[in-house]
């Protein structure tokens, strides 16, 4: 693989019983002996949008029992400095976060968070509270909406043979379930969100807080394996329903556009804010290829005659189905009663029917949290993901797809019968749905500065990677259960596009083109194959109908990988890379 797609290697640290790797100020894979116990531990430092400031490190200082950490923080207007230190003693492993902010600044959050691995959903817990009696729970089985654990001064669980207790000092902790953002993590963090946010850190403040963690059982003896060829990985697929419509993002990039060529897949979906002074030329451009939008109105709140007029203008486009969301509010991103029932009249008033769905523009998390907003008689349901919102390693973004599995299917629970429309799926948020100022907006009515996440820090080097491309297939396989009926992925062209401004293919042009091949002619014709992964590294997805049909296999390991898929045959995978296996058209004695 590539160093664009992994970075650096992490460097690996010991002392007696523990041993983590250090991925630049993360803590990660923190084990005791060699039984991972957490995901990391890491520094945080987030603005009043939540936006995160980069920390910078000065000088990494390891010793046998310990490692300083000297580091400062970048952007956002943030001037923290200091240290974050970690030191072995025997059972115990103590992280301690110390900054000091040279200016005043307003944050949400500042200090240390704790990231637990998915793994842990259902294992008992006893939570210590800072002012009531201790607590015996659960993490969650299924994803929790709403923070599953708050109060926190301490943890406790045994997992993997291992039982581990942690305490923490500085201030009061609580969790909240990660895997709402596809994060494979249970996430336990500082500042309560019930207390006022942001809030602010006078110049020369101090923030000090520390994490202690202690093995209170013994692990297993490790299993020593022999050496040979690893088995080769299984995947069994087996028949649900059709395989998903694919479908790309409009593209929000500043004019000139490209030469389109041949529209690929079978839809696009556009984001119009019609707060926003070019939302008519967004919408003109969304249909130049010729394919049905998918079109989501975010409101205006000082403009009540923008729904009526976004209704008019779709009268005589091709129209995949339409939805709204208000822009403010306790329903904000999520299209509540109200805001279906407005853009109902507005389209009748218009003379526009169409298919009217809803859900959220946002992640899972809205949708699992206020799918009680939504008004019933919707076409389907919707919902966008990325699993860059926390965290921008690229293990955070391997790690999202067995997550994303586990999201499509309660989205499909949700959804109780209706179906589900995933996407866009992209690397990096389109836009801040936490932000608590209003988002840049061009100034505008044409095209030349672009729009939404063109105007917001929405690129990744990682887009022009051969990598992606394998990611991609990966990702369809875990979003594609049955009830997903469409799939769409990043922008048409543009730094967030599957094809450059000047309209040359990336590499992930290869994947989407394999993805609606797979799905034949018209989105609708081959039954879809799927499948679980056995590891979260290798995955296989396919399509079948009575001219045969394919399967793709997609390898996100760092090694080539073996993967027999049934049906399908067995492939050597190179790491980073996909594969197609053709499957025969059926016999008449089949």
Not at 77 to 88: I, L, M, N, Q, W
Request: charged content about 25%; hydrophobic content about 40%.
């Amino acid at each position: 693989m590539t160093e664009q797609w992994w970075g650096e290697d992490p460097r690996r640290w010991s002392a007696g019983r523990w041993s983590l790797d250090l991925r630049g100020d993360e803590l990660a894979a923190i084990s005791v002996d060699g039984v991972p116990v957490l995901r990391s531990v890491r520094a945080v430092v987030r603005d009043r949008d939540w936006n995160t400031a980069p920390l910078v490190i000065d000088e990494v200082d390891t010793r046998d029992d310990a490692i300083v950490i000297a580091l400062h923080s970048s952007g956002l207007g943030s001037s923290f400095e200091g240290t974050v230190r970690v030191h072995a003693h025997g059972d115990r492993l103590e992280i301690v976060c110390d900054l000091t902010s040279r200016r005043l600044f307003d944050t949400n959050r500042t200090g240390l968070v704790v990231l637990h691995p998915p793994t842990l959903a259902g294992t008992p817990l006893r939570v210590a509270h800072s002012a009531a009696e201790p607590e015996e729970t659960r993490f969650p089985p299924r994803i929790s909406a709403h923070q599953p654990v708050r109060d926190i001064a301490a943890l406790a669980w045994t997992a993997g043979g291992v039982g581990v207790a942690l305490t923490f000092d500085g201030d009061v902790f609580e969790m909240e379930d990660q895997r709402n953002w596809t994060d494979a993590s249970f996430k336990t963090y500082s500042r309560p969100l019930d207390l006022p946010f942001p809030y602010r850190v006078a110049a020369g403040e101090r923030v000090t807080q520390t994490v202690t963690i202690e093995a209170t059982a013994s692990a297993p003896a490790p299993v020593i394996e022999t050496a040979g060829p690893a088995p080769a990985a299984v995947i069994e697929l087996r028949p649900g329903g059709a395989f998903p419509r694919l479908g790309l993002g409009a593209a929000t990039a500043p004019d000139p556009a490209p030469p389109l060529g041949s529209p690929l897949g079978s839809h696009v979906v556009a984001d119009i804010d019609l707060a926003d002074p070019n939302w008519r030329a967004a919408l003109d451009r969304a249909g130049a290829a010729g394919l049905p939008v998918e079109v989501r109105l975010v409101l205006a709140d000082d403009d009540p005659d923008a729904l009526r007029a976004a209704a008019h203008a779709l009268r005589g486009r091709r129209t995949a189905r339409v939805t709204a969301f208000p822009a403010t509010g306790p329903a904000r991103h999520v299209s509540d009663g109200p805001t279906i029932r407005a853009l109902r009249a507005a389209l009748r008033a218009a003379d526009v029917d169409v298919p009217v769905v809803g859900g959220t523009r946002a992640h899972f998390t809205e949708l699992n949290r206020e799918h009680h907003r939504l008004p019933d008689g919707l076409d389907g349901i919707v919902l966008s993901s990325t699993p860059l919102f926390h965290s921008r390693g690229t293990d955070q973004l391997v790690e999202a797809l067995a997550m994303q599995r586990r999201v499509a299917q309660e989205a499909v629970d949700i959804a109780s019968g209706l179906p589900v429309h995933i996407g866009p799926v992209t690397l990096r948020p389109r836009f801040n749905d936490v932000a608590t100022t209003p988002p840049p907006r061009p100034g505008r009515t044409d095209l030349a500065e672009g729009y939404g996440a063109q105007l917001l820090d929405a690129d990744d080097p990682r887009h022009d990677s051969d990598e992606l491309a394998a990611w991609t297939i990966a990702s369809a396989a875990a979003f594609t259960v049955p009830g997903v009926v469409a799939l769409t992925f990043f922008e048409e062209w543009g730094p967030r596009g599957i094809r450059t401004a000047a309209g040359r293919d990336r590499p992930v042009a290869a994947a989407l083109r394999a993805l609606a091949d797979v799905a034949g002619p018209d989105g609708r014709a081959r039954t879809l194959l799927h499948g679980d992964s056995p590891d979260g590294l290798v995955w296989a997805v396919g399509g079948r109908g009575d001219d045969g049909g394919s399967v793709l296999v997609a390898n996100l390991d760092r090694v080539p990988r073996v993967v027999r898929v049934e049906p399908g045959g067995t492939r050597t995978v190179p790491a980073g890379a996909f594969a197609i296996l053709p499957l025969t058209a059926p016999s008449a004695h089949d």
